[in-house]
């Protein structure tokens, strides 16, 4: 089945600077990866997804680039703000999956003033 | 309405009662999902109802019962619980799966304590 992975676990970041978390997967026909942002104590919320036939994606300040043929994808913030701060799960899902998504571990990013 | 609302916020039951969390969505999503989430972990998947039938159960122990009465509203039936079943219990719904991906909206959870 799907196994993903993702770097680093935690990363602190000063405000204004850019944050870049990466994740890998493992099966080849996985044709989505969403990105969720969940604050403590609060629900995971979708931030930014991509599909396998686009290479790069961008929403304001959010970024998510795909290298389909590494199996690895990953969620660049920049101009990073305090309200940033909370943990990121990217996920992935296969076609035969459906939308049952598999998380990565997470990533808790801090953003210091 | 675009949210998924769960009740309740929080539950404290010993470990011989039987309660139930129940999950509502008026986006008119097909698919609804149940996920356990420990704490500093990602959720992991218990089951999916698709159409309000039950097309996947990861294996999860018959202590957790689903049921989906109809397409806006799914519960999770708890019985016998372990200390371990300890967690926040996430609803999800999505947009028909079988015509591709979409993300999930969540609800804002149950935070469940077993004693």
């Known amino acids: 089945g799907e196994n993903v992975e993702q770097h680093p676990s935690t990363l602190s970041v000063q405000e204004g600077d850019s944050a870049v978390i990466k994740c890998t997967y493992s099966?080849?026909?996985?044709?989505?990866f969403p990105w969720y942002k969940q604050e403590l104590g609060k629900r995971p919320q979708l931030i930014i997804d991509?599909?396998?036939?686009?290479g790069e994606k961008k929403d304001q300040r959010i970024a998510v680039t795909l290298n389909k043929t590494a199996k690895h994808f990953s969620l660049h913030i920049t101009e990073t703000q305090p309200e940033d701060s909370a943990v990121y799960f990217c996920?992935?899902?296969?076609?035969?999956?459906?939308?049952?998504?598999?998380f990565g571990p997470g990533t808790r990013l801090s953003v210091l003033p | 309405d675009t949210e998924v609302t769960q009740t309740p916020k929080h539950l404290v039951m010993g470990m011989t009662n039987k309660k139930s969390l129940k999950c509502e969505q008026h986006?008119?999503?097909?698919?609804m999902y149940w996920y356990k989430q420990k704490a500093k972990k990602p959720p992991e998947l218990m089951f999916v109802?698709?159409?309000?039938?039950?097309?996947i159960n990861e294996s999860v122990p018959s202590r957790f019962s689903p049921e989906c009465p109809n397409s806006s509203l799914l519960n999770l039936h708890l019985h016998a619980l372990q200390p371990e079943d300890s967690a926040l219990y996430l609803c999800?719904?999505?947009?028909?799966?079988?015509?591709?991906?979409?993300?999930?909206?969540f609800g804002s959870g149950t935070r469940l304590t077993v004693v």
């Open positions: 109802y698709s159409y309000e039938k039950l097309s």
């Open positions: 996920a992935a899902s296969t076609p035969a999956g459906g939308q049952n998504f598999v």
């Open positions: 991509i599909r396998s036939n686009v």
């Open positions: 986006m008119g999503h097909r698919a």
């Open positions: 999800a719904s999505s947009q028909d799966r079988e015509q591709g991906n979409y993300g999930y909206t």
């Open positions: 099966d080849s026909a996985s044709n989505y």
